[in-house]
């Protein structure tokens, strides 16, 4: 069987996946998709502040102009909108970029030499290419420092009830412990995500925001069951039901041949699991840098592209989020209410500024610096000894406002 010829071939038709083909067809690149169902649709529900989708193309199915958290002391309105992504119309608009270029089938392992890449499917079928992109969320083909340990849980459901959730209202996070019992308050903490549709729908998600192992997610559906009991919500019918394992500690990938974008690459954000913004943004720099260098050679397109993927501003800040992550994982109820309370009474560009990936270290540092200082005692400390446990370079990154600078 001879191998298909193209000049960039992609594993994983989702988000980063399809961002990266349609910007690399925009520049007339040849481009396959592989994915072993490329005409799915998009099942998961994409979140973002208003705010960061500036500069970005993104379709809009629900705006929500007032928006809060509840970390034990009532409910707070953080400034700016909130939105959710027309997931359908985000995903037609990329296919049409892309054009028939999408296939079905399974990646599974890839060969380089010196002219380019061989792609081989499970049915046997092989793709030759100039470069090779995992895009799978997986990392299947790509070498990994580590497997990961710490995981994003979350069960949604889209319900018709009725509900006590304003229209246009959004709830980020709830992190009440009220309507557990003190043995389970005590466990691994969960927060209620809700956003509602109209005044007879809302969908309510259940989310354990990191933890190593896992939160199961029946544990979170018995916890949304006894959190909606507790605020009066009484469920007519399940419209859908969404469950979520997000990885939150892939490391970046080493440089090699095999690029790789999206969750596989680390992307997702260790401190909130939100990556779609990042791929989006991302997308046009990976296509120059695919583009200038295949020019040169299929090992300096990959070099190229490996330095737009993960710039090195970005991994210092990256070194830093990993340090919040470990403090996630460190906290109860109580703690973690402590900590988000002082997150969200430092300045708004602040924290918007640790909730973008793309911030530089400097950025982050001086987030961090304003969360520790604005920290009761107990929990002040219990960051200070963290951060000593993991070392002295990440602690000087996040307390001296020297560290970190963008390069």
Known sequence: MSPSVTDITIAGAGPAGLALAAALADRGVRVIVVDPEPDAP????????????????IPVERRFPRTWVDVGQGRQVLPGAYTVVDRGALQQSLRDRVGPALIAGRAVDVQHDPNGSLLRLADGRRIRSRAVVDATGRGGLVATPRAPRVFQAALGRLVRADHPFAPGEAALMDFS???LDPAEAAGPPSFLYALPVDAEHVFVEETSLAAAPAVPLD??????????DHLGVHVHEVLDTERCLIPMDVAPPARGRTLAVGA?????????GYQLTRALRAAPAVADALV???????????????RAI??????????????????????????????????FSIPEPSWRAYLDATSSP??????????????????RTAVALHALGRGPALLLGAITPQSGGAS
């Open 42 to 57: 998009w099942t998961n529900r994409y979140g973002a502040w208003e705010h960061d989708l500036r500069d970005l193309d």
């Open 177 to 179: 412990t009220a309507h």
């Open 219 to 228: 544990r979170l559906a018995a916890r949304l069951d006894r959190r909606l």
């Open 264 to 272: 596989a690459a680390g992307w997702v954000h260790p401190a909130t």
């Open 292 to 306: 200038a260098g295949l020019d040169e050679s299929p090992d300096h397109a990959a070099f190229q592209a490996w």
């Open 310 to 343: 993960w710039p090195t501003a970005e991994r210092r800040t990256r070194a830093l989020h990993d340090l919040g992550l470990g403090l996630l994982l460190d906290f109860d109820s109580e703690q973690i209410q402590a900590f988000f309370a002082a997150f």
């Open 362 to 379: 400097l950025e982050v540092a001086g987030a961090m610096r304003r969360v520790f200082a604005a920290l009761p005692n107990a929990p």
